[in-house]
């Protein structure tokens, strides 16, 4: 019974796997957007807390706090919420650093995981299907006792899928390092930011 499955599976072909392929991509590119424009939103902020804060060093905690409550992005609210404890002193503010990076790390990189799933997988699924199209076009030939131009027609038509797996796999692994090493930036960034501000609150104590 198991054999006689696997055997109406080989003879599908790949033609699902290629629709499989394409509805991947389609959530792939609605993915990459949504990031991409949350990242330029989120480098735009850093990049004005940053001009704004940078002017503010050397002048009152209090005062650097307010201009971090300003900024709705990562950075401002990795800040923010660590200057929160600035009162108690270095300590908690560099452990609330730590925590609240690590949390905004998790929102930056949410659906890079899709993307780098499929970046690595679609090739592979694509290549699922080139197996399923020519065993489908080996069959077909046994079958019909035609000459080899059905094989060379099945083959060429199972190709397909690889071609469409390298095509949803390529900008997806793209994608998937750029934003990478954007999100790496953006808290990198912040971090300085941050460590700035514990030398200065360490100073004063």
Same mark, same amino acid.
């Given at each position: 019974?198991?054999?006689?499955?696997?055997?109406?599976?080989?003879?599908?072909?790949?033609?699902?796997?290629?629709?499989?392929?394409?509805?991947?991509?389609?959530?792939?590119? *609605?993915?990459?957007?949504?990031?991409?424009?949350?990242?330029?939103?989120?480098?735009?902020?850093?990049?004005?807390? &940053?001009?704004?804060?940078?002017?503010?060093?050397?002048?009152?905690?209090? *005062?650097?706090?307010?201009?971090?409550?300003?900024?709705?992005?990562?950075?401002?609210?990795?800040?923010?919420?660590?200057?929160?404890?600035?009162?108690?002193?270095?300590?908690?503010?560099?452990?609330?650093?730590?925590?609240?990076?690590?949390?905004?790390?998790? &929102?930056?990189?949410?659906?890079?995981?899709?993307?780098?799933?499929?970046?690595?997988? *679609?090739?592979?699924?694509?290549?699922?299907?080139?197996?399923?199209?020519?065993?489908?076009?080996?069959?077909?030939? $046994?079958?019909?006792?035609?000459?080899?131009?059905?094989?060379?027609?099945?083959? $060429?038509?199972?190709?397909?899928?690889?071609?469409?797996?390298?095509?949803?796999?390529?900008?997806?692994?793209?994608?998937?390092?750029?934003?990478?090493?954007?999100?790496?930036?953006?808290?990198?960034?912040?971090?300085?930011?941050?460590?700035?501000?514990?030398?200065?609150? &360490?100073?004063?104590?």
């Amino acid at each position: 019974m198991r054999l006689e499955v696997l055997k109406a599976l080989a003879l599908t072909g790949g033609d699902w796997v290629i629709w499989a392929l394409l509805l991947s991509s389609v959530v792939a590119i *609605a993915a990459i957007i949504e990031r991409g424009m949350l990242l330029f939103r989120e480098e735009k902020s850093f990049n004005e807390l &940053r001009c704004a804060l940078m002017g503010q060093l050397g002048g009152e905690i209090g *005062a650097i706090e307010k201009t971090a409550r300003k900024y709705e992005g990562a950075a401002g609210t990795i800040l923010k919420t660590a200057l929160a404890q600035a009162s108690h002193g270095a300590a908690g503010v560099e452990d609330l650093l730590v925590a609240a990076s690590l949390e905004e790390k998790g &929102r930056l990189e949410r659906r890079l995981l899709l993307l780098g799933t499929l970046g690595n997988n *679609a090739p592979f699924v694509g290549l699922f299907g080139t197996v399923l199209g020519v065993i489908k076009a080996f069959h077909d030939l $046994s079958q019909s006792g035609a000459g080899p131009e059905v094989v060379m027609q099945g083959l $060429s038509e199972a190709l397909i899928a690889t071609a469409v797996g390298l095509f949803v796999a390529i900008p997806c692994v793209i994608s998937y390092n750029y934003f990478q090493k954007k999100v790496k930036e953006l808290l990198a960034g912040t971090e300085s930011l941050g460590r700035f501000i514990l030398a200065q609150i &360490r100073t004063r104590r």
